[in-house]
Nanobody, 124 residues
Framework: QVQLVESGGGLVQAGDSLRLSCAVS????????MGWFRQAPGKEREFVAG????????LYADSVKGRFTISRDNAKNTVYLQLNSLKPEDTAVYYC?????????????????WGQGTQVTVSS
């Protein structure tokens, strides 16, 4: 059983930065692909970023490309999402997740394990 715990969210102003963390337990992080999603009020949960199990491949949603960076520290069993140049439209609950397969996936139904989420609020 994989357990995921996100942290690092908060209330910031537009243009600020945050770093989200996802602590993974129950499985060796070095053997799994990881993803970050977000869900804004009244909207569907959407893919934000994904990283391969080696860290050598990453994928980003167009809306965050160039501003967000996903990374992983397998020794610490932790995945990170660096959020730079934040905009009010980035306001959402951010979730980390583990997909069923061995490749980066972009659809919710492809993921088996989810964290509880961390709130990011960006004021204008």
């Amino acid at each position: 059983q994989v357990q995921l715990v996100e942290s690092g969210g908060g209330l910031v102003q537009a243009g600020d930065s945050l770093r989200l963390s996802c602590a993974v337990s129950g499985r060796n992080l070095s053997s799994i692909v990881m993803g970050w999603f977000r869900q804004a009020p009244g909207k569907e949960r959407e893919f934000v970023a994904g990283i391969s199990w080696t860290g050598g491949q990453t994928l980003y949603a167009d809306s965050v490309k160039g501003r967000f960076t996903i990374s992983r520290d397998n020794a610490k069993n932790t995945v990170y999402l660096q959020l730079n140049s934040l905009k009010p439209e980035d306001t959402a609950v951010y979730y980390c997740a583990v997909p069923r397969g061995r490749f980066i996936a972009t659809y919710n139904y492809e993921y088996d394990y989810w964290g509880q989420g961390t709130q990011v609020t960006v004021s204008s």
